[in-house]
């Protein structure tokens, strides 16, 4: 069974310009998850998809972030524009689904780091 | 603001001794908890998942939740120097089992 894919694996890039991510779950999982990992610190959870409708992005900064899963499937997440306090790992995460048991356990993608400079 | 506290650590153990990591959460009604190793330059893997009171053990690894004291912990017996890396603890809540990660304990294992 594939993993979780991402892309880029990694991105550098000037504050004031834009940058995607994209993310493709492993077959089958409903929930798609998008979380930022400054160094040194827990995974922040950005916004969560069951299928293509959002669960919660309560702490996705919405002014510059923004994240879409058409057709319930692969995702992307945007930042325009990008500040320097943006540098983090940005990973991706899928689970089954949400009913409760294995079905909340998630499996991480490679992960995408991106430096603003 | 849901937030689940760990001690960042560095924990340090001897090889073969037992580690102990611990983690408490804000909120009371959080139903599922979960034990992620994240080795350096890596990304979050499951060790172990917990949903009721008491102890649950898989090989080395046992975890052990009171959600009276909106406690849970993870013992690992026989560690290892593999075993060096940051443990995450996470918690889901709600109707949506929104996760909530701690900021990870880091565990050396030292020969």
């Known amino acids: 069974e594939a993993g979780v894919a991402q892309s880029p694996r990694y991105k550098i890039i000037e504050k004031r310009q834009s940058v995607a991510f994209w993310c493709n779950p492993i077959s089958g999982h409903a929930t798609l998850y998008w979380y930022q990992q400054i160094l040194g610190q827990g995974p922040k959870l950005l916004i969560q998809?069951?299928?293509?409708?959002?669960?919660?992005d309560s702490q996705l900064p919405k002014d510059r972030f923004s994240a879409e899963r058409l057709k319930g499937v692969d995702s992307t997440l945007k930042i325009q524009p990008a500040k320097l306090e943006d540098s983090a790992v940005y990973l991706c995460a899928s689970s089954p689904g949400l009913a409760g048991g294995n079905q909340e356990t998630q499996y991480f993608g490679p992960g995408t780091r991106l430096l603003v400079l | 603001q849901k937030e689940v506290e760990q001690n960042s650590g560095p924990l340090s153990v001897p090889e073969g001794a037992i580690a102990s990591l611990n983690c408490t959460y804000s909120?009371?009604?959080?139903?599922?908890f979960f034990w992620y190793r994240q080795y350096s330059g890596k990304s979050p893997e499951l060790i172990m998942s917990?949903?009721?009171?008491g102890d649950k053990e898989d090989g080395r690894f046992t975890a052990q939740l009171n959600k009276a004291s909106q406690y849970v912990s993870l013992l690992i017996r026989d560690s290892q120097p593999s075993d060096s890396a940051t443990y995450l603890c996470?918690?889901?809540?709600?109707?949506?089992?929104?996760?909530?990660f701690g900021r990870g304990t880091s565990l050396i294992v030292h020969p």
């Open positions: 917990i949903y009721s009171n």
């Open positions: 909120d009371r009604v959080s139903q599922s």
């Open positions: 998809f069951q299928n293509n409708g959002v669960v919660d």
């Open positions: 996470a918690v889901n809540s709600g109707g949506s089992y929104i996760p909530t």
